[in-house]
């Protein structure tokens, strides 16, 4: 399985805006498919964004044009720019890897993110 770890958790107001970054063991280039969930306290964990090696991103319905999922693949990093964020969007935020339909994903710890209103 991959390795990831999140980082750029935090709080922040509504409205405003954060990055999270998701640092992975190995090389991302061929990795079938990463992205990012979340789970607020309470619900079940639900898809933000993911993007398929090559290229196509796909987005959760409630943060479609405010969050943007780009990779580096140098890095060996995914990101995800959120903005205009909302008390909705509270919640820990979990990076995803598979690296083909066949293998089970990789899950990282998590990173907090709280929107304060």
């Known amino acids: 399985q991959v390795q990831l770890m999140e980082s750029g958790g935090g709080l922040v107001q509504a409205g405003g805006s954060l990055r999270l970054s998701c640092a992975a063991s190995?090389?991302?280039?061929?990795?079938?498919?990463m992205g990012w969930y979340r789970q607020a306290p309470g619900k079940q964990r639900e898809l933000v964004a993911t993007?398929?090696?090559?290229?196509?991103?796909n987005y959760g319905d409630s943060v479609k044009g405010r969050f943007t999922i780009s990779r580096d693949i140098a890095a060996k990093k995914v990101y995800l720019q959120m903005q205009s964020l909302q008390s909705e969007d509270t919640g820990v935020y979990y990076c995803?890897?598979?690296?083909?339909?066949?293998?089970?994903?990789?899950w990282g710890q998590g990173t907090q993110v709280t929107v304060s209103s």
């Open positions: 995803y890897a598979k690296r083909s339909p066949l293998l089970s994903d990789s």
């Open positions: 190995e090389s991302i280039f061929s990795i079938y498919v």
């Open positions: 993007i398929t090696n090559g290229g196509s991103t």
